[in-house]
């Protein structure tokens, strides 16, 4: 199996048919010859086989009543969100823009929660409209504006209130989040505080809590932590909560030795089932009907979508050689801006084992513009390559820089075959 040693797939949507990769069942070859690379590819089986598992997982160990909000930031596409709308997703959103995509692809207001620290009032005037499930304040501050804008609107806004356990969760230090030092929820004295004083409270309504420690983690125990502290704290409310949310983060395996690492998501739910049995539940006479919700965003879509690229030339000097693909940082920011590991696999299986040391880089002015330096294939001009495991904060967080273009999001939709689900600003467009 020394091919599968060279080229181990963490997308299980990826797979080598004579010597030439296919994703969910289509070759990427014959795709990049009728849509112009750098372009993203999501596999629906995939998306809808993780947004399954994780619900059902959630179900089995017995959590009450869950509602799985996806975290939009991480892929916002419309098509996607309407295939998880139709599955009984929610949605976790972080802006006024978020707020209408989720709406547009079908999520109903009961079902979006709205995160984030810097909200504003349109967009809150917008949430209170459209009637979000809940309000996941970050600050006193907000908490007040959010009852005044209520007020001037006549409605009751349900608030929940984002706790900063104070935790340390073992991640990249870019998105811990569950500190003192970081930005993100309110620390359990102010919730307490905040809860007393009532001219906060005269258009608001107290509806539940809610902890997001960090994201891509692969060590739960900071997470057992913060489920408990967020148990604790729900049980000493004047009234009895109507959920919990326990946020999202659950990591993906990025390389294949993370494969053994990565959390399994009935691990994930037993130890979210456990803890709020311990902290919270279990101190009621009769049970509570507090609903459990969830935030998760990587680990539904990171493995449902690849980036495929198309090599422009090689450039050697001296000792350093460079593979100068077609997709920059701009497309998919994640190595730039993490030092993100994604799995660089070459579209057609090459002939010999042979490897050299390279640098894979795209078009983009910055030194940050490259997607690894590591042990590749020599590869030529023209060659095609996909990034691995880039359906999670790929296209979400592109941008134009350099003036480029965006790419294409392509999906893969089962025996129905392939459709473009984006073409909002094809490079060809540009010139
Ligand atoms: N809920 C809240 C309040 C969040 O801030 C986040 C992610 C999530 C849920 C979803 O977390 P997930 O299940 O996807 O880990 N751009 C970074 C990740 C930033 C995460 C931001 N917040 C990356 O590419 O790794």
């Known amino acids: 199996m020394a091919t599968k040693r060279n080229f181990p797939l963490t997308t299980p949507g990826l797979a080598y048919e004579k010597n030439s990769l296919y994703f969910e069942g289509i070759s990427l070859e014959k795709l990049a010859q009728t849509h112009p690379t750098p372009f993203y590819v999501y596999g629906q089986s995939t998306l809808m086989a993780n947004f399954q598992e994780f619900l059902g997982e959630a179900q089995m160990a017995g959590l009450q009543n869950p509602l799985v909000c996806f975290a939009l930031k991480s892929n916002p596409n419309k098509e996607l969100l309407k295939l ?31 995160s984030g620290v810097g909200k504003i009032e ?30 001037r609107l006549n409605k009751t806004a349900r608030i929940c209130f984002r706790l900063n356990p104070i935790v340390k969760a073992k991640t990249h230090k870019f998105i811990a989040t569950g500190n003192k030092t970081h930005k993100f929820g309110l620390i359990q004295g102010d919730i307490k505080k905040a809860i007393k004083t009532p001219k906060f409270w005269t258009h608001s309504k107290l509806v539940g809590l ?24 729900g049980r000493s409310l004047p009234e009895t909560p109507e959920f919990l949310d326990v946020g999202g983060g659950l990591g993906v395996a990025y390389s294949p030795d993370e494969i053994k690492k990565r959390p399994e998501i009935s691990t994930y739910m037993q130890l979210v089932a456990r803890g709020l049995e311990e902290s919270f539940y279990a101190h009621y006479k009769q049970r509570p009907k507090t609903r459990v919700v969830f935030e ?136």
């Open 296 to 431: 998760p965003g990587r680990r539904i879509v990171a493995n449902a979508g690849v980036f495929v690229m198309k090599v422009l030339r090689q450039k050697v000097s001296d000792d350093q050689r460079f593979t100068i693909v077609d997709g920059g940082m701009n497309d998919m920011m994640r190595p730039a801006v993490y030092g993100a590991h994604h799995e660089i696999v070459p579209v057609k299986k090459p002939a010999s084992s042979k490897k050299v040391d390279t640098h894979v880089v795209g078009p983009i002015c910055e030194s940050t513009d490259c997607f690894a330096q590591r042990q590749l294939p020599p590869f030529k001009s023209g060659d095609l390559v996909v990034l691995s495991d880039a359906g999670a904060y790929g296209y979400s967080m592109g941008s134009n820089y350099n003036l480029r273009g965006r790419p294409l999001e392509l999906l893969v939709e089962g025996d129905k075959g392939i459709r473009v689900v984006n073409k909002a600003q094809p490079y060809e467009d540009l010139l």
């Open 210 to 233: 809610s902890v997001h420690i960090g994201s891509q983690l692969m060590d739960l125990k900071a997470t057992g932590k913060a489920v408990k502290i967020l148990g604790e704290l």
């Open 122 to 151: 349109p967009e809150i005037e917008l949430a209170l409209l459209k009637g979000v499930y809940s309000f996941n304040v970050e600050s006193i501050e907000e908490l007040e504006l959010i009852n005044t804008v209520a007020k």
């Open 84 to 114: 998880l709308a139709n599955e009984g997703s929610g949605a976790d959103i972080v802006s006024g823009g978020e707020l209408k995509r989720a709406l547009e692809a079908g999520i109903p207001g009961e079902r979006i929660v709205f």
